[in-house]
C-alpha cells in the first residue's frame, strides 16, 4: 500500500502521481453521499500538496501535516472564495473518512477521527486565515487585487477582463502586491504593557551612553578636537577618550588610525548622528543645544542613531537614516525578547541560543561566532540603557579569547518602550495589555495563553478585587462555549488563589454548560460532590476534555501518559458513554498509541460501540 500511494514527483513520478491521484479522488466521489459539502475534486488539491510540497506519502497524514497544508500552504496559494472555504475543510474531512472505510489510511499517520476532528474544529480559523491579504503569496495577492477571490471568473471574458485590470494597476499598487506576498507571515504576539512616562525617563537617566555622550560633549567643548585629513581623531586624543569614555581598549597599542577602535569609532558615529557633536573646518566641536534637550528626547536620538550605525554589526554605510532600514534579524529577535520581557528575569544563555539556533546548526564554529556576536549585542543593549545584565561571567573560548557566558538579563522601561517603537516600525506591533482595573471579564478570559501564568493570575487578583459583580461578570465570561478548553481550564487552576472563597460559586456556574463536566469534577476535587453524584457520566466527560487538550498541546504520547493510572481500562471501556465530540478522537489515539496492548485494545473495543452509537467513522 505505502508503494502505491508514496509518490516522488522529483525523480519523474509525475504520471505515477496522476494515476494514483485520479483513483483516489474517483473512489472518494463513488463513496462519497450526496451531502458532501464540496467536490471531490477538494481532496485532490491536498493530494497536490502532499505530493509537491511535502513527503509524497498521499494516504499517510499527520496533524502537523494537516495543519501545514490548511493554515499555511492554503492561505498563501490557494485562491478560494471565503464562502466556499468551510465545505472545502469539511471535505476534506470526509476524505480521510473515506481512506479510512477503504483501508487506505496510512498507520504511521493519525486516524480518521483525529483528522476529521481537526478538519471540523478548525474551520473558523482556516477561513480567517484564508481571508487574510497578509497572508497571500503573489499570484493570490493580485487575484484578490483584482476583485477575482470572492468572483472568480466564469467564462473566457470573464478571464480576459480581470487580465485587462491586473494589466492596468497602478505601478505603486502592484508593488505593494508584490511586497506583501515577499514579506513573512505576521507573529502571534502576546500582549505587553506599555512602561509609564515618568518610569520611561527615569531609565532613560540612568543610561551608560547618556554619560557617555556627555562626555564627547565636554571633549569637544570650543575649540574642540582636531581631525584627520579623513576626518577621524588623531591617536593621541583617541587614546584619551578611550580611558575617559571606558571603552574597553586601552590593550589597542599598535594601531594607526583612531577608525581601529572599532567601539570609540562606533561612539563617535553615534554621537555626530544624534547631534552631540559635528565636524567642522577640520575639528570635531560640541553641538551647543544638545545640553538644552530633555532626558527623553536625548535617549531617542541617541538610540536612534545607535541603531542606524549598527548593534550587531557595524554598518559602515547605512542603508538610511532611518532605524527600520539598519536592523538585523538577530537584532530583531533579541528586542522581541526586550519588548516582551518587562518586569521580568530572562536567561541569557537561552536567549542568545534560541536566537542563534535560528540559522546555524549548534556545534560549529558559525554558531559559535553568532553566539558571541549575540552576546556582544546585548552589552550594547546594556550599553544603551535598554537592559540591565547581572551574573555574566567570562570564559576563555576557542580561539584563545573571552566570550561571555551566564548572566540573565532584565529590560528597562526605556529598553521596551524603545523595543515597542523599532519593531513597530518595522511592521511587529504588539497587542497592548489592558489595565485589570479597568478591562472586562472577557478581555480578562482571552488574555489567558498569552501571558505568563502568575502575570495572569495577578491580574485577575486585581481585577478581581475592583469589580462588585466579578462572580457573575467572570462565570459569563468562562461559559462563552467558544473559548478554548485549555484556557478555561487554565482559569479554573489559578481561581481559587486570585478569587478565593468565590471560586466555587463561579465554578458552579459553569455546570449544565459546555463545561459542566470539569466543573463538577473541580468541585469534587474540592470537597463538593454533589454534581458528580448527581450526574456519575460527568466525570467521563471530564476526562475526554483533559486528554483532548493534552493531546492538542502536546501529541498524542502525552495524551496516552496522561490516561488515570489507576483506572485507565475501566475509564477507556466506559468512555464510549460519554456525551462530547471529541470521544472517538480520544479513543482512536489511545488505541494506536497505548503501549499497554490489552489498554489498546479496550480503547478500540469502546471505540467501535461509539461509532455504533452515534454513527461515526465506519
Not at 497572508?135 to 476583485?147: C, E, P, S, W
Not at 570635531?284 to 541603531?307: I, P
Not at 526605556?414 to 511587529?428: I, K, M
Request: glycine share 10%; proline share 6%.
Amino acid at each position: 500500500m505505502a508503494g502505491r500511494f508514496q509518490i516522488d514527483v522529483e525523480s519523474g513520478d509525475d504520471e505515477r502521481f496522476v494515476a494514483a491521484r485520479d483513483e483516489l479522488v474517483d473512489g472518494f466521489a463513488a463513496w462519497a453521499p450526496s451531502s458532501l459539502p464540496g467536490s471531490p475534486e477538494d481532496a485532490g488539491v491536498a493530494l497536490d500538496w502532499k505530493a509537491h510540497y511535502a513527503d509524497g506519502d498521499l494516504v499517510t497524514w499527520s496533524i502537523a501535516d494537516l495543519g501545514e497544508f490548511a493554515l499555511d500552504w492554503c492561505p498563501r496559494k490557494l485562491s478560494l472564495p471565503s464562502r466556499d472555504c468551510p465545505a472545502f475543510l469539511a471535505t476534506l474531512g470526509q476524505f480521510f473518512v473515506y481512506l479510512a472505510s477503504r483501508g487506505l489510511l496510512g498507520a504511521g499517520g493519525a486516524g480518521p477521527e483525529q483528522l476529521s476532528s481537526w478538519c471540523a474544529r478548525h474551520v473558523n480559523r482556516f477561513v480567517a486565515e484564508m481571508c487574510d491579504p497578509a497572508n497571500f503569496g503573489m499570484a493570490k495577492g493580485l487575484f484578490a487585487g483584482v476583485g477575482g477571490l470572492e468572483n472568480p471568473p466564469e467564462s473566457p471574458d470573464e478571464i480576459e477582463a480581470m487580465i485587462q485590470r491586473a494589466r492596468g494597476l497602478e505601478p505603486e499598487a502592484f508593488d505593494d502586491i508584490v511586497r506583501g506576498s515577499l514579506a513573512p507571515g505576521p507573529l502571534d504576539l502576546p500582549p505587553v504593557a506599555r512602561p509609564e512616562p515618568e518610569d520611561i525617563e527615569a531609565a532613560a537617566a540612568e543610561a551608560p551612553i547618556l554619560a557617555q555622550m556627555a562626555t564627547w560633549h565636554a571633549s569637544c567643548a570650543d575649540p574642540g578636537l582636531a581631525l584627520t585629513q579623513k576626518g577621524n581623531l588623531r591617536l593621541a586624543d583617541a587614546r584619551v577618550l578611550v580611558r575617559e569614555l571606558g571603552t574597553g581598549e586601552e590593550y589597542a597599542t599598535e594601531i594607526r588610525s583612531a577608525q581601529e577602535l572599532p567601539e570609540l569609532d562606533w561612539q563617535m558615529r553615534v554621537a555626530l548622528r544624534s547631534r552631540v557633536v559635528r565636524r567642522r573646518k577640520g575639528r570635531l566641536l560640541a553641538v551647543a543645544t544638545w545640553t538644552k534637550t530633555g532626558v527623553r528626547e536625548a535617549f531617542d536620538r541617541v538610540a536612534d542613531a545607535a541603531a542606524v550605525e549598527g548593534l550587531l554589526h557595524p554598518a559602515s554605510e547605512p542603508e538610511s537614516g532611518e532605524v527600520a532600514h539598519n536592523l538585523e534579524g538577530e537584532t530583531v529577535e533579541l528586542l522581541l525578547v526586550v519588548a516582551s520581557g518587562g518586569g521580568r528575569e530572562i536567561d541569557i544563555e537561552e536567549v542568545a541560543a534560541a536566537v542563534v539556533e535560528e540559522s546555524y546548526e549548534p556545534g560549529s564554529w558559525v554558531y559559535d561566532h553568532h553566539l558571541e556576536l549575540v552576546r556582544e549585542c546585548l552589552d550594547r543593549f546594556e550599553r544603551l540603557g535598554l537592559i540591565q545584565q547581572d551574573g555574566v561571567s567570562t570564559e576563555r573560548n576557542r580561539l584563545g579569547g573571552t566570550r561571555h557566558v551566564a548572566g540573565r538579563l532584565r529590560p528597562t522601561a526605556a529598553g521596551v518602550a524603545t523595543a515597542l517603537r523599532w519593531l513597530d516600525a518595522v511592521g511587529l506591533r504588539f497587542p497592548e495589555l489592558p489595565d485589570p482595573a479597568s478591562a472586562t471579564a472577557g478581555e480578562l478570559v482571552d488574555l489567558v495563553g498569552s501571558v505568563g501564568p502568575e502575570t495572569w493570575q495577578e491580574m485577575l487578583a486585581v481585577w478581581f478585587s475592583g469589580h462588585d459583580d466579578a462572580v457573575g461578570a467572570l462565570t459569563g465570561a468562562l461559559r462563552d462555549e467558544s473559548r478554548a478548553p485549555v484556557d478555561v481550564l487554565s482559569v479554573l487552576s489559578v481561581l481559587e488563589t486570585a478569587a478565593g472563597a468565590a471560586a466555587p460559586d463561579i465554578v458552579r456556574g459553569l455546570l449544565g454548560g459546555r463545561w459542566d463536566g470539569v466543573a463538577a469534577t473541580w468541585l469534587a476535587d474540592r470537597g463538593d460532590t454533589g454534581p458528580l453524584e448527581e450526574k456519575p457520566a460527568r466525570a467521563l466527560v471530564a476526562t475526554v476534555e483533559l486528554l483532548a487538550v493534552e493531546l492538542d498541546g502536546d501529541g498524542a504520547e502525552a495524551m496516552v501518559a496522561a490516561l488515570p493510572s489507576d483506572s485507565v481500562g475501566s475509564a477507556l471501556d466506559e468512555m464510549w458513554r460519554a456525551e462530547h465530540p471529541r470521544v472517538g478522537e480520544v479513543l482512536e489515539v489511545a488505541g494506536r498509541h497505548h503501549p499497554d496492548k490489552t489498554i489498546a485494545k479496550s480503547a478500540r473495543r469502546s471505540l467501535v460501540k461509539w461509532r455504533s452509537r452515534s454513527g461515526g467513522v465506519r
